[in-house]
């Protein structure tokens, strides 16, 4: 007789907490052929609202550390990515029907790519600051500043490389994310978040909802408590359109929809998108 | 030469302005370098007997009662009941109306009844009546007064004031006989913000007759921390060199484990210096400190980890 | 305070040792060249010495030519598959290595404080912390190569020969080793003769690592083994951190070569201290500057240029922290000032630190009981020291402050700039206009504003005039072990 194996449940990851959706609600996960793999949390707007607090609770701690610690803290969630490459790889081959090999490979890509964005931590400034010859006896000095609480949209298909894409980018800086999953392949950002609960990552930097973008979405367009919105994973224009009006209530910074190739090397842009640049002047004289 | 006597705003900014700025960064990274000494077997033993010594076993609560009071002061006298001997606090710290308590439970034993006054912990409160609040617990049998300052004054540049009320403070404690209750100087740093203020604010506080400068009413946080207390110190080392005149430190607050107090007490060592290495001049204020000091006290006695079985609750 | 007063009690520490045990030392080591430990060539080998005790710690490889020359080519042959490697493999090892670095790190730190004298307090606190934050900084920008401002596609330059002092060991490795393997270079490192065993360890690292063979060669050996590796014909690139003299040497060596070139040298760095410093936190500084790692530093602040308003209170305050000053057994967690590095060193340090006396300068040192034997020199401090004092322009890279004293903002920058030298300099002032034009006048690398010896991975270092050129550290760190379609054409060295 064959031994039944404990089935894991799919719970939200908010505040760096497993809490189940206020609202009871699960939806049906199926794999890439249409078979059942889980019931995912369906995250409702008081989810949203709930992760919008945690991580503007977290932002200023995040914020507040020193560069290298944020680049070690996320050097060790690669560490700890890497641990668990035949689980992600398990995920990706379900979810997006790859065969085992190729699913492992993206889970070499995914971990590489945050390891190239864990580097960044303590260099952005260094590429992206500089100091200005302004005409007077002035010190000058521009460095780039996380902006604060930013709404992600994940890729709707691709979902560990391009999940891993736009998270990164975002929490290097020292900015807090909240994460809509795609809503069909959401189960490998499930696994991250048990990824980033043992990695050292304060509670609440990144939550994660598994859910419907087309409901989430337009709650955390229109809140006031996010500063900025990345819409790349938002497949419907009239959608991606909507959802970039809604922002302007509160002028957020919009990364408007997109599907990239995720196997490229990124440029800057996904960081310096939720990036502010804070201009410091100051006399020169004895 | 004795301390200025200050009669004006214009003397107080004369005299508070003279002061040397201090570097956040610089005063931190000192502090933190302090608390890297390691201090092993006899030294430690030392250490953690002349802690015990100079505790100020306090409770400041609403629900204070005689039988608690009663039971922190035999605490205070005999803090280890398996050893004989462990040395008693320096004093027991309570609410005014509960001075009497203590002083009949301590009886002629030479540990010490400091009374909070002054409208503690705020502070907010007419100047007659925290004038009233000190001479209740002084004729009540208090030895010490920890007083807070008007932290509303400070903040808002009526620094002539929070001298003032010191002084007025400092006579109310005086008694018939002649004799003096001692006073000590609650700054209440958590809530003067930076570290410029603790030390115009210490300054202000000793050339108004303090006899001690404390950090915290313990009500608030941050209460102590060994950046503030190594400013403290400082500052009474200088006031020594500039007047001759020797006033004592208290952090209270937040000091909770026997590898904390070490910090301190090398603190005083390297800054103001081996003069302060007594309960007359430096103390904690502190609850549950004591009991973790019995324990270190133990294991160093034993060899072996004690828990919370092995010491009293007061 | 109270009735009747307690009197004080003296707080004495008590010996705190720091365990040697986690080490185990060999009684001799060879060669780190291709992946390997090998014998020398000619079986020379010399002794590294515990400068605390004069105890012999091990026996080790002296490099001839022939070994010098066998680990260049094992770096030419590396060279190949790491600089064509993409960058964000190389820069998985050297995460790696920075990882495993921080692992052993209490390991590397007692052995550092046995081998070089420095107290184990700075070691396990300043140097080690640093070795591996300089590892995973440059670890970052092995795959970010066209962010650095050096154009599109920079290249690497080859084999690395580069040779390193005493007074920082591990630490001075990893600025070296780690930015030129990042930029897809192989090297050839040479430590210096009196603290070879931490450059030991770490080549174990690397094969703890799987570093490809030949990316990290370590020769040992002395004058002679360093000349050999920068006078190599095969070398590319030489970068060196010693002293000026020898520094010179080295560019007279590379001179009509295509070798690039760069060199970290001595200083002579004013601490300049203006009568609004916040002054508690510039004693500190003061310290810090002259007394941390024994004054063994390029960028120590060894000239005080206090403002003469002030030099009373200063020094008052300066003397009475100096009493405070704890001089002794590097493995003693206390110690705050350790040995000097060797007998060489020390006697250096006497014969310059006489001519103060000898010139009319005022000595000055708190009560201190130095150690029988090992070699020592307890923190002083000179007096009436004016710039025509040999004491105050030349390095005594020793526990030794000279102080002057300036009257004007002016004659601060004069007094400071008045040097062959340019490494660092510092200034104590708590007005902000102020710190930023004394620091744009000063003609120094480095300068510490209200803070002192304060070092990073991303903040560049280097100095100026004769302290050397080329810096370590940051985006510009890279640019020494780089070529871009920018600089091709009669390239500076």
Redo the contacts between chains.
Sequence with gaps: MSRLDVRKTYKLYIGGSFPRSESGHTYAVTDAKGGFLANAAKASRKDARDAVVAARKAFGGWAGRT??NR??VL?RVAEMIEGRHDQFTADVVAAEGLTRAQAAKVVDAAI?RW??Y??????LA??TGNANQVAGPY?NLSSPEPTGVVAVMAPADDSLLGLVSVLAPVIVSGNTAVVVTSYERPLAAITLSEVLATSDVPGGVVNILTGDASELGPWLAAHLDVNALDLTGVVDHDLGASLEAEAAINLKRVLRPSTPDWTAEPS?ARMTAFLETKTVW????? | MTPTVLGSAADVRTVLGDL????Q???E??AAALA?????????R??ID?AI?MVDLTTLEGADTPGKVRSLAAKALRPDPSDPTCPSV?AVCVYPDLVAVAREALGDA?V?VASVATAFPSGRAALPIKIADTENAVAAGA?EIDMVIDRGAFLSGDLLKVYEEIVAVRAACERADGSRA?LKVILETGELATYDNVRRASWLAMLAGA??IKTSTGKVSPAATLPVTLLML?AVRDFRDAFGVQV?VKPAGGIRTTKDAIKY??TV??TAG????????FRFGASSLLNDLLMQRQKLETGRYAGPDYVTID | ????????????????PESRSIVDLQPSYGLFIDGAFTEGADGRTFKTVNPATEEVLAEVTEATDADVDAAVAAARRAFRGWSRMPG?ER??YL?RIARILAERSRELAVLESLDNGKPI?ESR?VDLPLVS?WF??Y???A??LS?A?LGADPRPLGVAAQVIPWNFPLLMLSWKIAPALAAGNTVVLKPAETTPLTALLFAEICQQADLPPGVVNIVTGAGATGQALVGHPDVDKVAFTGSTDVGRQIARTVAGTDKRLTLELGGKAANIVFE??????AV??IVSGIFFNQGHVCCAGSRLLVQENVYEEVMDRLKRRMT?LRVGDPLD??TDIGAINSREQLDRITALASTGDDEGAERWSPPCELPTSGFWYAPTVFTGVTQAHRIAREEIFGPVLSVLTFRT?DEAVAKANNTPYGLSAGVWT?K???I???A?RLRAGVVWA??FNKFD??SPFGGYKESGYGREG??QGLASYLTSSVLQEGETA
């Design positions: 560069p290298y680049g070690q050097y590489d390891v190239w864990a580097g960044w931590a303590d260099k260094q590429v010190f800057l100051h006399p020169v004289g004895v | 040397s700025g201090v570097d960064v610089g005063l990274a000192r890297t000494r390691s201090l092993k077997k006899d030294a430690k030392t250490a002349l010594s320096a030479p010490g030895s001692h006899d001690f400082e004592g007490l090398v060592n390297e081996v003069d302060w290495m007594t309960p007359t001049w | 305070m109270a009735d009747h007063a307690v009197p004080p009690t003296p707080l004495d520490y008590a010996p705190a964000r820069a998985k995460y307090k606190d934050q995973f900084y670890a970052g920008w795959d970010k962010y401002g609004d410093a916040a002054m508690d936190q500190e500084g405070t967690k206390n903002p708590e902000g206009s102020r930023l034009a004394i744009d209200n803070t991975p991303a940051g985006r």
